[in-house]
């Protein structure tokens, strides 16, 4: 069955190092996500891309986060300078059409910024 | 803009007991609703899905799913809880379109012997 695969499962980084979390989505699919969840809260998203731009972003998705679909098969989220509040569980999700039909989602990275 | 209320951060079930696990969504039209699992240190699991149709939904492991649009809801059930069925489980909502998912707070399911 295909997956969408993320890595790696976990990072540890230091406050103000770049970090690049990588997620290879389902092949076909068209439509690709990445979403938080901070310990104990609820999945939040940060961003949509699609044909090989950014759909739609949310507030927290600010001027330090980027995302990247460098070769046809990966794609990538950057943290610039990383705080300790971004500290993470980061889901990668892809969907062949719209999210409206399913999304489907990624084991996570475990980002932790000491 | 839409939202997800589950309204029960933990509920402890005895295992073989029915369950049930609550959701509440906020958007003006149909949305597209999803059930989505996590077990421990593990990604997100699509359980089932609403788009249209029959109000009752059917979805893996054996959990269903009620929308109801006069009370905004699209409740969770399954008649008879397994040891392995404890994890964190989202309701989320899709306006449409390619608007992104917007999941609730989640509830953490308890299985006791």
């Known amino acids: 069955e295909p997956e969408v695969t993320q890595t790696p499962s976990h990072q540890v980084t230091q406050m103000g190092q770049e970090v690049i979390l990588r997620c290879v989505p389902i092949?076909?699919?068209?439509?690709f996500y990445w979403y938080r969840q901070i310990l104990g809260q609820k999945v939040e998203f940060l961003v949509s891309?699609?044909?090989?731009?950014?759909?739609?972003k949310s507030e927290i998705f600010d001027d330090q986060f980027s995302v990247e679909r460098p070769d046809g098969s990966n794609f990538t989220l950057k943290i610039r300078s990383t705080k300790l509040e971004d500290s993470a569980m980061y889901f990668c999700?892809?969907?062949?059409?719209?999210?409206?039909?399913?999304?489907?989602f990624g084991q996570g990275t475990r980002l932790t910024v000491v | 803009a839409q939202s997800v209320t589950q309204p029960d951060i933990h509920i402890t079930v005895s295992e073989g007991a029915s369950l049930e696990l609550r959701c509440n969504y906020s958007?003006?039209?149909?949305?597209?609703l999803f059930w989505y699992v996590q077990s421990p240190g593990q990604g997100l699991q699509l359980l089932l899905k609403?788009?249209?149709?029959?109000?009752l939904v059917q979805g893996i492991k054996g959990f269903e799913a009620e929308f109801k649009r006069s009370q905004s809801s699209f409740n969770l059930r399954k008649p008879s809880v397994h040891w392995s069925d404890a994890a964190e489980y989202f309701c989320?909502?899709?306006?449409?379109?390619?608007?992104?998912?917007?999941f609730g707070k989640g509830t953490r399911l308890s299985v006791i012997a």
């Open positions: 958007y003006g039209a149909t949305p597209y």
């Open positions: 999700a892809s969907s062949a059409v719209a999210a409206g039909t399913e999304a489907f």
């Open positions: 609403y788009f249209s149709g029959d109000t």
């Open positions: 092949s076909n699919h068209l439509y």
């Open positions: 989320a909502v899709v306006g449409g379109g390619n608007t992104p998912l917007v």
């Open positions: 891309f699609y044909n090989n731009e950014i759909s739609e």
